[in-house]
């Protein structure tokens, strides 16, 4: 199983980007997908996660209001807005082992391989 991360770049500080994940309709249909982020020296933490079937979202404090997470049958989105240099890092998204929306890294099973975002000041 593998999932494809992608749409990363250089920004400026108060741009937008639009992640997509993909992967088989197999490895989305029933589970939550999370996106996630690695600064370098810094520990991977959660960014946002869907359910399932979209019906449940959450996300970390630090992107509320900015950042927002979709999905269609086979790619799921990370709408960024108001970009920060501070969201600069890799973003991996990863597929659950159930159809909740956790935030913590164990809830899932496969993982991208990352595409790095950069938000110069």
């Known amino acids: 199983v593998q999932l494809q991360a992608s749409g990363g770049g250089l920004v400026q500080t108060g741009d937008s980007l639009t992640l997509s994940c993909a992967a088989s309709?197999?490895?989305?249909?029933?589970?939550?997908v999370g996106w996630f982020r690695q600064a370098p020296g810094k520990e991977r933490e959660i960014v946002a996660a869907?359910?399932?079937?979209?019906?449940s979202t959450t996300y970390a404090e630090s992107v509320k209001g900015r950042f927002t997470i979709s999905r269609d049958n086979s790619k799921v989105y990370l709408q960024m807005d108001s970009l920060k240099p501070e969201d600069t890092a890799v973003y991996y998204c990863?597929?659950?082992?159930?159809?909740?929306?956790?935030?913590?890294?164990?809830?899932?099973?496969?993982w991208g391989q990352g595409t790095q975002v950069t938000v110069s000041s």
């Open positions: 990863a597929s659950g082992r159930s159809s909740f929306a956790s935030t913590q890294i164990a809830s899932y099973a496969y």
């Open positions: 309709r197999r490895t989305f249909s029933n589970n939550a």
């Open positions: 869907i359910s399932w079937n979209g019906g």
